[in-house]
Every structure is written in C-alpha cells, then in structure tokens.
C-alpha cells in the first residue's frame, strides 16, 4: 500500500507529476530545522515520489545568525543522501542548492559563490517574518547582475505585505520569480495565508510552487492538497513554471 493510501484510503486521480520538480525543500538532515536524519529524510522522499515528483531540490536554509551553513558543510551530507535515493528510489533524481535569507551575510554569499539549480541558475531566497532586510531590493538586483535569476520563496507569508501587494508586484515586474508554497494553498498556515496565496497565483504573480516539506506534517499537508479541488484545479491549469525546469 502506498505512502497516499496510507494517509487518505485511496489515491487521488491527479497527482504532483504535473509539477514534475519540487524547488524548495528541506530534506537535508541536521542542517536545519527539516528533517533529523537519513532516515526520516528517506521516508519523506519516498511519499514525495509516490505524490508523483519526479525531481526534487535539496535548499537548506543560509543564514547569517541561526544557519551558518556554506557549501562544505552541505555538500557531504546530499552526497551522501544522494547515494540513498539512487539505491532506494533510483527514478527520483536529486539535486542541491539552498534558501539564502537575505541579510547581513549575504553578500559574502554573493562572492564567494552561491549554490544554485537548473540552467537558468537558478537561487532561491527567503526574506524575515519580521521585517524585510532594507536593501533586500539590492541583493535581488546583485543577484540579477551577477548572471543568476532569483526566485523568492513564499511571498505570501510575509505579513507586512498582507494589505497591499506593491512590493510583490514590482519584484515580478523586475524578473523576481516568486515561488508559492503548496502547504499555504493547502491551509497549512491557516485560512489568512491560503487566501494571500490563492489570490497572488490568480493575479498571476506566481511563477513556481515547493513544498518547502520540513517534516511529515508538512508532506500530509502538500499530499492533503490532492484531496482539495481549488488545489487540483490549478495544478490542472498547469499554472506553475516548475515542469520546465
């Protein structure tokens, strides 16, 4: 019995293979706040295969104050998670970059070289709940300048843009991809959050989905969202760019 009938009974008729690529992801262990060891990150992996990914991105949090990670420390442990997904699960194909909070240490980041994904070198930031770093704008611009293109994960949960969506706008009209997490359309964060992001994807500032999968409540959530018909139906409209990847 598979990991979907486990949890629900029976298999939804759509499944994640649309979005074929998860770009968001903690499954890393001991790197962060995801998973803790191989072993979760394996079964975790395993469910996000039978919910239909077929290629998911390692992105441990960079942070300057709580997770001080670098390429050294990181690349160890995928390769040895690697490893495990071609011996347990050989048709998921696994690859690394990271979530770099943008903040004080950034710009270190920035010259010493960012672990990125895809062809378009691709990189994956995150802003503060709290507030956003004041030259946020600067860095996704450096960023641009450098020759990569940014991706900026859940612009829907910053809730010192819950009133009005400016920012959000310009950054997307400045060629910021704006990637939305599939637990916030799931309800995962609450209704507030699943509203923001309902509406940011209908407004069409949305450009890619992850699962931003930290722990098993987090891929109940994402797998959950099979059984929701506002979730099946954008995933039926094809609304995301991640099959392209």
Same mark, same amino acid.
């Given at each position: 019995?598979?990991?979907?009938?486990?949890?629900?009974? !029976?298999?939804?008729?759509?499944?994640?293979?649309? +979005? $074929?690529?998860?770009?968001?992801?903690? &499954?890393? #262990?001991? @790197?962060?706040?995801?998973?803790?060891?191989?072993?979760?990150?394996?079964?975790?992996?395993?469910?996000?295969?039978?919910?239909?990914?077929?290629?998911?991105?390692?992105?441990?949090?960079?942070?300057?104050?709580?997770?001080?990670?670098?390429?050294?420390?990181?690349?160890?442990?995928?390769?040895?998670?690697?490893?495990?997904?071609?011996?347990?699960?050989?048709?998921?194909?696994?690859?690394?970059?990271?979530?770099?909070?943008?903040?004080?240490?950034?710009?270190?980041?920035?010259?010493?070289?960012?672990?990125?994904?895809?062809?378009?070198?691709?990189?994956?930031?995150?802003?503060?709940?709290? !507030?956003?770093?004041?030259?946020?704008?600067?860095? +996704? $611009?450096?960023?641009?300048?450098?020759? &990569?293109? #940014?991706? @900026?994960?859940?612009?829907?949960?910053?809730?010192?843009?819950?009133?009005?969506?400016?920012?959000?706008?310009?950054?997307?009209?400045?060629?910021?991809?704006?990637?939305?997490?599939?637990?916030?359309?799931?309800?995962?964060?609450?209704?507030?959050?699943?509203?923001?992001?309902?509406?940011?994807?209908?407004?069409?500032?949305?450009?890619?989905?992850?699962?931003?999968?930290?722990?098993?409540?987090?891929?109940?959530?994402?797998?959950?969202?099979?059984?929701?018909?506002?979730?099946?139906?954008?995933?039926?409209?094809?609304?995301?760019?991640?099959?392209?990847?």
């Amino acid at each position: 019995m598979s990991f979907l009938n486990n949890i629900f009974g !029976t298999k939804s008729e759509t499944d994640f293979s649309v +979005l $074929q690529t998860d770009v968001h992801s903690h &499954f890393l #262990p001991g @790197l962060d706040d995801g998973c803790k060891t191989f072993e979760e990150s394996m079964s975790l992996l395993k469910g996000m295969h039978q919910a239909g990914f077929k290629n998911i991105v390692c992105t441990p949090h960079i942070q300057a104050v709580h997770y001080q990670n670098s390429r050294e420390i990181i690349m160890p442990v995928f390769e040895q998670l690697q490893l495990l997904v071609e011996k347990e699960v050989p048709s998921l194909t696994l690859s690394v970059a990271a979530e770099y909070l943008l903040d004080e240490g950034f710009e270190e980041h920035l010259k010493n070289g960012l672990l990125t994904f895809g062809k378009e070198k691709y990189v994956l930031t995150e802003l503060s709940y709290f !507030t956003p770093y004041p030259r946020y704008r600067n860095l +996704l $611009q450096e960023i641009q300048m450098k020759g &990569f293109k #940014p991706i @900026l994960a859940h612009p829907e949960r910053y809730g010192y843009w819950v009133k009005h969506n400016e920012p959000i706008e310009e950054l997307h009209g400045a060629g910021v991809l704006l990637q939305v997490n599939i637990p916030s359309l799931t309800g995962y964060y609450g209704s507030e959050v699943r509203k923001r992001a309902f509406g940011l994807v209908e407004k069409g500032l949305i450009s890619l989905a992850g699962s931003d999968v930290h722990n098993a409540n987090y891929l109940q959530s994402v797998i959950g969202g099979l059984q929701q018909r506002s979730v099946v139906k954008i995933l039926q409209k094809n609304r995301f760019l991640n099959g392209e990847l």
